[in-house]
């Protein structure tokens, strides 16, 4: 068995040892993002062994792009990508206060706190701060919201453009289906090369048509979604070997054939097919004007399903009656193929309402960080109008850790380090935003605080242009309170089970073994 520090034994000095060792893996992926928050944060560049290039400081891009081996450094890893698909935002100060918790928790037990008293401590103190947070968080009546407009501009790295685009999308969702926790606002951005930005009231799906001579724009459109191939019925290899199965073979592709006109009673003039369409469906629809997307991707489908009001059928589907099938029908009033883009544009929908917001970018190079930038606020949108809003800049974390500082007398015993090191976490995302815009860290949280006490408010924070107190909601400085609630308690998750471990072992390979 190889080991690390920390892998043989189980001695109060080898668990230590793991722990250090756990702790210097963590802070070293914190580093790595620390940098880049608050709004005097700065970019990362991240390069590959070919020398491709990417320029952000977007948390969950920087981790998932950099190389990471030690175990614990991955479980950091994980919480941002989880954090990222949870809420879409909130990645670094997530990471940063995980980091935090597993510092002041290591620390902790170096002067002699048993671990299960820091972690329960721990588990305690995140409880009440979530309760305050959840307490102090501000519901948001409607799009009209000017606080919802900060909240796309912040997370959108403060480009106006992108957050005037994100909000006339979600006013076009509408509120009813921003609030549904099964959809994912984000998932409607996409940025393109060379164009300016543009709201789509409808999707798009990245297909080209199957044949150059099929229509590329079209009124009226009607169109079936099928969750299959366009084609005949398969029979199997050994079965159309005997005359019997060749027999069945003609008899199925002639009645495909049959079925295949009942397009033309439905005048439907648009299908998009998952898997392939074979050439007796490309020669009719070709002959009919008929427009077939194959190879779609599943969530274009479903979009597009969702958005026409049409029924994913299989490819069996067409042995129904005219009738029946025409209750799978979905339709729009309008479709236009942009070849230069590669895309088609399916329009007002009859079935649910849908925005495709399309970032413009000027070079390819900054395509994709145009992309995270306007998802990251779309996610922050959404999350807001579930969940309402928080003073924001870590102005209600300093707040919140202010109020633990009070609190850990009603906790019992040495439980009360662990609701400590909550506190101090809850400070350092406040922290390392005054030392990314030049500031002493440890002198201007000393005065926030003497602000916030003085004057009861939990939204006084800093202003990182000034270098004094400032209001953060008068500034307009808020975030989505799901977002820090989130981060908070997946952060505790982490933190709290790279602290219970006592010893890292590797396992044998299976080559080994075999």
Request: with cysteine; aromatic share 4%; glycine share 10%.
């Amino acid at each position: 068995m190889s080991s690390h520090p920390g892998e043989q034994g189980a001695s109060g000095d080898e668990r230590l040892s793991t722990l250090l060792y756990n702790m210097n893996a963590v802070q070293a992926v914190a580093s790595a993002v620390e940098g880049t928050i608050g709004p005097k944060g700065l970019d990362t560049m991240l390069v590959d062994d070919d020398g491709n290039v990417i320029i952000t400081n977007d948390g969950v891009t920087i981790l998932e792009e950099m190389e990471v081996r030690h175990p614990a450094a991955r479980m950091m890893t994980g919480l941002a990508r989880s954090q990222q698909q949870k809420v879409g935002d909130g990645t670094t100060t997530a990471t940063l206060l995980a980091a935090a918790l597993v510092t002041e928790g290591a620390t902790l037990v170096q002067r002699g706190v048993p671990v299960a008293k820091v972690v329960a401590g721990m588990q305690a103190g995140i409880n009440e701060a979530l309760d305050q947070l959840e307490k102090a968080a501000v519901k948001i009546g409607d799009f009209d919201d000017e606080r919802l407009f900060h909240i796309a501009s912040i997370a959108g790295r403060e480009q106006e453009d992108i957050a005037r685009l994100i909000i006339e999308g979600a006013r076009l969702i509408g509120l009813e289906k921003m609030k549904d926790e099964d959809f994912t606002f984000s998932e409607l951005v996409t940025a393109r090369e060379g164009t300016d930005n543009e709201l789509l009231h409808g999707v798009l799906v990245n297909q080209h048509p199957l044949a150059k001579e099929m229509p590329v724009q079209l009124e009226n459109v009607r169109m079936l979604v099928f969750n299959d191939a366009l084609a005949p019925e398969e029979i199997g290899d050994e079965a159309l070997g005997t005359e019997a199965g060749f027999q069945r073979y003609l008899q199925m592709k002639e009645e495909y054939r049959r079925n295949l006109e009942k397009l033309l009673s439905l005048e439907v003039n648009v299908l998009v097919v998952d898997k392939s369409c074979d050439s007796i469906a490309e020669e009719f629809c070709t002959d009919h004007g008929i427009l077939v997307l194959q190879r779609v991707f599943k969530s274009e489908r479903e979009r597009v399903a969702r958005h026409t009001g049409a029924h994913s059928l299989k490819r069996t589907a067409l042995g129904k009656e005219v009738n029946e099938l025409a209750r799978s029908v979905g339709e729009a009033g309008h479709l236009l193929f942009d070849d230069n883009l590669g895309q088609v544009r399916v329009i007002h929908g009859r079935g649910v309402p849908s925005a495709t917001m399309i970032v413009g970018a000027s070079t390819k190079e900054v395509v994709g960080e145009r992309e995270r930038i306007a998802k990251d606020a779309a996610a922050a949108v959404q999350a807001s109008l579930r969940g309402g809003y928080l003073p924001g800049g870590g102005s209600i974390e300093l707040f919140v850790s202010r109020h633990l500082e009070k609190w850990k007398t009603s906790v019992k015993g040495m439980e009360g380090f662990g609701v400590d090191a909550v506190a101090a976490a809850l400070r350092k995302p406040l922290s390392q935003m005054i030392r990314n815009a030049g500031f002493n860290a440890l002198e201007k949280i000393e005065q926030i605080k003497a602000a916030q006490a003085e004057e009861s408010r939990e939204s006084i924070g800093f202003d990182f242009d000034t270098g004094d107190c400032a209001d953060m909601l008068e500034a307009g400085v808020v975030d989505p309170a799901l977002v820090k609630l989130y981060g908070l308690k997946s952060a505790g998750e982490v933190s709290q089970a790279i602290l219970r471990i006592h010893t890292v072992i590797r396992k044998k390979s299976s080559w080994k073994e075999e």
